[in-house]
C-alpha cells in the first residue's frame, strides 16, 4: 500500500516529460505526450455503433483529425446483430495498438496513475468535439467497479482515474458510489468467453434505483465487452433508461 502510494506520489510529482519518448512535453495540450507523440497517434475507424467493434482497419493518426467529432459509427456489427448487448451504444476513442495497448497496461499493472490520468485526457479532448451529438445528455458517468481487495492492491481504479477528468472537462456527475463489485473474479485473459459471462454474471450489484437515467460505463479497454455487458444489464434491471459505454481503446472482440 504505502509503496503503492509512493509510486503514485512520485508519478504525479516529477518534472512533465513525454510519457512515450521522454521529450518535452507539448504546450498546446495540457497532457504529458510531446507535439510529435500526440500527432502520431492512430485513430480507430469506423466502428460498431452498439459496440464501438472495429468495422475498417485504423485510419490516419490524431494529428490528421484533431479537431473533428469521435463519432465515427454508422452500423452494427454481427455479433450485436446476433445477441443483442445490455447497453445500446459504445464510444471507444483509440484502437488497442501501441502505444495505448502498453499505457493501457502500464495504468491497470504499473502502478502508473499518471498515465490513468493522460488516459482520461486524451478521451475528454476527443468527447469535447462531439458532446452535443450525444443525446440525451447523460445523467451520471459510473467507472467499471474493482473488487476491493483488487483495488487495495493495485492503490487505485484505473477505469475511476479516467473517469475523473471526462467528468470534470464535461461537467457530467461522477456516480462512482452507485455500483460495487462483489465478487472477485479472476484476470479476464485466463478465460473462455463462455467462463467469463458465467463469472460475471453476478459479480455487480447496484445500490440504488436510477429510473429513467441515461448512464456512462466508463472503461480502459474493451476487448470482448463482457465486463461492461454485465454491467450495463444490472444498471438497466435498476432503472436505468438507457446505458452508453466509453472506453478509451477498443480492440478486436476473440472471434
Ligand atoms: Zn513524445
Ligand atoms: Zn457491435
Redesign the pocket.
Known sequence: MVDHWLKNTLNLCLPQSCLLCGGAVSQEYDLALCDHCMHELPLLGET??????PLETQRETLGDFIHESALMQTR??E??IREQ?GFDQ?IAFFPYVAPFNYLVQAAKFDGKLATARLLGKLMAMQLVNCIDLLKPRPDGLLAVPLHPSRQRERGYNQALEIAIPVAKRLQIPLLNDLAGRTAATPPQTSLSLQQRKQNLQHAFVVHRDISGQHIVIIDDVMTSGTTVNALAKKLKQAGADEVSVWCFSRAEPPR
Do not use: D, F, V
Open positions: 460498431c455503433q452498439q459496440c464501438a467493434n452494427h456489427c455479433q450485436c448487448p459504445t
